[in-house]
């Protein structure tokens, strides 16, 4: 059996599973601690698969490219699974520690497996229309996440939060249309080859791809097309938001990445300064919106935006270094983030609440919790030597070096703003003492459980690891660049046919 199927064939498996056995909690949280740990094993043996070079594919049903669905496992694709899966992991041990709440208790796992088969479908496909697929596929999935259990703010985020992503998939529909009926073919390693070989001179396949991107950018939240993200995220169970945090804007990154490589890589000159505008405004709003806010979760939610800036200036730059600084930024991104809001989790599973106002004295209460959200906030805001350091350095220099000074300098001040909501966390939720203590009120406090920390600790041992010993990820994160730069061998791969002409 080819490797390809399993991070699709695991989730999809401990879904139908976590939906017909019994119900009880034991058995809900084997079976998704089982899926998860057998999704990192399989994304890992990938990984090491694709660090080789090889790009690996997969023709379902034995009808060869163009014609047939493909799987395409490349060192990107390799990296984006490998991550998400150890960051699903983390977030599933949450689950399984804590309570999480009727009806989500019962429902929690399978759909967080069916978001998987989605997430790692979008990391494999070939081709644009099963890309399409893929995105529904997340996209119902994290709805019915988003809306369980009924209460108004999950259903007003819920209602803003598919209507956008359904006019994205109207968007990316569209397109797709206007790119098959030019060119006959949706498999992006074909299209790829057709847009070198022929070019695109009446400029309507490259419209077309404009419309997907678009769809795109709604997913992955950048500017000016991000407000249902903050408007909806804070607003369901707190480990769903993490969840989608490590997950859902990173797929919308992945693609972008993808299709604009193999689409507009020879005429990248003329969308550049639209893509760097794009960057740049992303960052400054997402940290602006955060630093108005006092809420913990909103304030993180805003903060995945202005993130998203970071690894889209990556890409905007279009330099191997600005693309693997991009790739970095990834890895070190989704491990700071998503152990933020789990944080963020564990203080409302205790507290019932995240409002700056009506919480404190965690630094007091809660030595490790507060060592945990340290070294997160301070990756995230990029203080050395942690990761975060090292990834938005990759960014600054790659910056300097390809002389886009104004958007480095946008990096650097969003670094600053960062910290600044970093520390107004710090120093409402962990340094000042609890305002009900001092009101001679008595607290409701969830006694956690023993190993209630677990996940978050998991996480903070694969930042320091990652501050450490960053060096190898880089050259990884700079072999994945050069592929995206230089697709002859993805292409060559998928078209053995086409290649040979």
């Known amino acids: 059996m080819n490797l390809l199927v399993l991070p699709l064939l695991i989730p999809l498996i401990a879904a139908l599973l976590g939906l017909t056995l019994s119900p009880s909690r034991r058995v809900q949280n084997t079976i998704g601690l089982v899926s998860a740990l057998a999704l990192l094993f399989a994304s890992g043996w990938l990984f090491i698969c694709a660090a080789s070079?090889?790009?690996?594919?997969?023709?379902?049903?034995?009808?060869?490219?163009?014609?047939?669905?493909?799987?395409?496992?490349?060192?990107?694709?390799?990296?984006?699974?490998?991550?998400?899966?150890?960051?699903?992991?983390?977030?599933?041990?949450?689950?399984?520690?804590?309570?999480?709440?009727?009806?989500?208790?019962?429902?929690?796992?399978?759909?967080?497996?069916?978001?998987?088969?989605?997430?790692?479908?979008?990391?494999?496909?070939?081709?644009?229309?099963?890309?399409?697929?893929?995105?529904?596929?997340?996209?119902?999935?994290?709805?019915?996440?988003?809306?369980?259990?009924?209460?108004?703010?999950?259903?007003?985020?819920?209602?803003?939060?598919?209507?956008?992503n359904l006019l994205a998939s109207a968007m990316f529909l569209a397109g797709v249309g206007l790119i098959y009926g030019k060119t006959g073919t949706l498999n992006l390693a074909d299209l790829a080859w057709l847009m070198r070989e022929g070019g695109d001179p009446t400029g309507f396949v490259r419209g077309g791809a404009a419309l997907?991107?678009?769809?795109?950018?709604?997913?992955?939240?950048?500017?000016?097309?991000?407000?249902?993200?903050?408007?909806?995220?804070?607003?369901?169970?707190?480990?769903?938001?993490?969840?989608?945090?490590?997950?859902?804007?990173?797929?919308?990154?992945?693609?972008?990445?993808?299709?604009?490589?193999?689409?507009i890589g020879d005429d990248f000159a003329s969308w550049q300064t639209m893509f760097i505008?794009?960057?740049?405004?992303?960052?400054?709003?997402?940290?602006?919106?955060?630093?108005?806010?006092?809420?913990?979760?909103?304030?993180?939610?805003?903060?995945?935006?202005?993130?998203v800036g970071y690894l889209f200036a990556g890409l905007a730059m279009f330099t191997p270094l600005g693309l693997a600084a991009g790739l970095f930024y990834f890895v070190h991104n989704n491990l700071a983030k998503t152990n933020l809001l789990l944080v963020s989790a564990w203080i409302e599973h205790r507290r019932g609440t995240v409002d700056l106002a009506r919480i404190g004295g965690f630094y007091r209460t809660s030595i490790g919790c507060s060592l945990i959200f340290l070294v997160s906030a301070f990756a995230l805001a990029?203080?050395?030597?942690?990761?975060?350091?090292?990834?938005?350095?990759?960014?600054?220099?790659?910056?300097?070096?390809?002389?886009?000074?104004?958007?480095?300098?946008?990096?650097?001040?969003?670094?600053?703003?960062?910290?600044?909501?970093?520390?107004?966390?710090?120093?409402?939720?962990?340094?000042?003492?609890?305002?009900?203590?001092?009101?001679?009120?008595?607290?409701?406090?969830?006694?956690?459980?023993?190993?209630?920390l677990a996940p978050m600790v998991l996480l903070v041992f694969a930042i320091i690891l990652l501050s450490l010993f960053g060096e190898p990820v880089f050259e990884w994160s700079l072999e994945a660049a050069r592929q995206l730069l230089d697709p002859s061998v993805y292409i060559s791969s998928v078209l053995e046919e086409v290649s040979a002409k």
């Open 53 to 164: 070079g090889t790009v690996t594919v997969l023709s379902l049903g034995s009808w060869i490219a163009p014609f047939g669905i493909v799987l395409v496992l490349d060192l990107t694709a390799a990296i984006f699974l490998l991550v998400c899966s150890f960051t699903s992991l983390a977030v599933t041990l949450f689950g399984v520690f804590h309570r999480l709440g009727d009806p989500l208790e019962r429902w929690y796992f399978p759909l967080q497996s069916f978001l998987l088969v989605g997430v790692n479908g979008a990391f494999l496909t070939g081709d644009l229309f099963n890309l399409f697929v893929w995105f529904e596929v997340m996209l119902i999935s994290s709805f019915v996440l988003m809306v369980i259990g009924g209460r108004r703010p999950q259903l007003e985020g819920g209602v803003k939060y598919v209507v956008m």
């Open 212 to 263: 997907v991107l678009a769809a795109f950018g709604v997913k992955a939240g950048l500017f000016p097309l991000f407000f249902w993200l903050p408007a909806s995220y804070h607003t369901p169970a707190p480990i769903v938001t993490a969840l989608f945090a490590g997950l859902l804007t990173k797929v919308g990154i992945y693609s972008f990445l993808r299709v604009t490589t193999l689409f």
């Open 277 to 307: 505008w794009i960057a740049a405004l992303t960052m400054i709003t997402g940290v602006l919106g955060a630093a108005a806010q006092f809420e913990m979760r909103k304030i993180l939610s805003f903060h995945i935006i202005s993130q």
């Open 382 to 452: 990029g203080i050395p030597p942690l990761s975060g350091f090292w990834a938005k350095l990759g960014i600054v220099r790659a910056g300097l070096d390809g002389g886009f000074y104004w958007l480095t300098a946008a990096a650097l001040a969003v670094g600053m703003m960062t910290l600044f909501s970093m520390t107004k966390i710090w120093g409402e939720v962990f340094w000042k003492k609890d305002p009900s203590a001092e009101a001679g009120e008595v607290t409701e406090d969830v006694k956690p459980h023993r190993f209630s």
